[in-house]
């Protein structure tokens, strides 16, 4: 089984709209990573969340990490239809070196 | 700054067939990455390098897989004797701390 996973495997939500991908996760980490990924281009990261931290922000992201329950969730404010892609966490227990990658959410933002 | 790039970014083999594929990171980026990322899936760690050393290639078939990055710049990964289960995107990724930016990826159909 994975050791990190997205608990939707896809979601659509309209423009303006808000939504949230949530992510579980089975092992210990230095911290947790946000990717999205476009179609036809790599992952790009989003928020990199350590794991003495509850809560990160960029822009209209927002990320929660609960260690206690191992899970974590990213939530998109306002979403735009170019938000549209694929979004996965990553588990890092290696300060970044090593990366764990979930199945991915596919969010779709329609007009 | 350029990001990272590779080629081809598109491969059709037969089975049996051999195919290179090549990663130029980001420079000065001391850590490269090589991830499978099978259709509908997320990116699978093949092996990692810091400078010219393989650091981790514990997820390389070694049999018909092989990864070399010989100056501590570019790589080269190589599949000796494709198979179907093979077809794949191919994602190489550079970091120097703790994110790590992603080529577009080589996509590759084994027939």
């Known amino acids: 089984s994975q050791l990190a996973e997205e608990n939707s495997w896809a979601l659509s939500v309209h423009e303006g709209e808000s939504v949230t991908v949530n992510c579980s996760y089975k092992?210990?980490?230095?911290?947790l990573q946000w990717y999205r990924q476009k179609s036809g281009k790599g992952p790009a990261q989003l928020i990199l969340?350590?794991?003495?931290?509850r809560e990160k922000r960029n822009g209209r992201l927002r990320a929660t990490l609960d260690t206690s329950s191992q899970s974590s969730s990213l939530s998109i404010t306002a979403t735009r239809c170019e938000d549209t892609a694929v979004y996965f966490c990553?588990?890092?227990?290696?300060?970044?070196?090593?990366?764990?990658f979930g199945g991915g959410t596919r969010l779709t933002v329609r007009p | 700054e350029a990001g990272v790039t590779q080629s081809p970014r598109y491969a059709v083999l037969q089975e049996g067939q051999a195919v290179s594929f090549w990663c130029d990171p980001i420079?000065?980026?001391?850590?490269l990455y090589w991830y499978q990322q099978p259709r509908d899936q997320g990116p699978q760690l093949l092996v990692y390098?810091?400078?010219?050393?393989?650091?981790?290639n514990s997820q390389l078939p070694s049999d018909r897989f092989s990864a070399v990055r010989p100056k501590g710049t570019n790589s080269t990964l190589k599949i000796q004797s494709a198979k179907q289960g093979d077809t794949a995107t191919y994602l190489c990724?550079?970091?120097?701390?703790?994110?790590?930016?992603f080529g577009p990826g080589t996509r590759l159909t084994v027939l």
């Open positions: 969340i350590r794991s003495n931290e």
């Open positions: 990553a588990t890092d227990a290696n300060a970044g070196a090593k990366l764990t």
């Open positions: 092992t210990s980490i230095t911290a």
């Open positions: 390098f810091r400078d010219e050393a393989v650091i981790d």
């Open positions: 990724a550079s970091s120097l701390r703790y994110e790590q930016y």
């Open positions: 420079s000065g980026h001391d850590t």
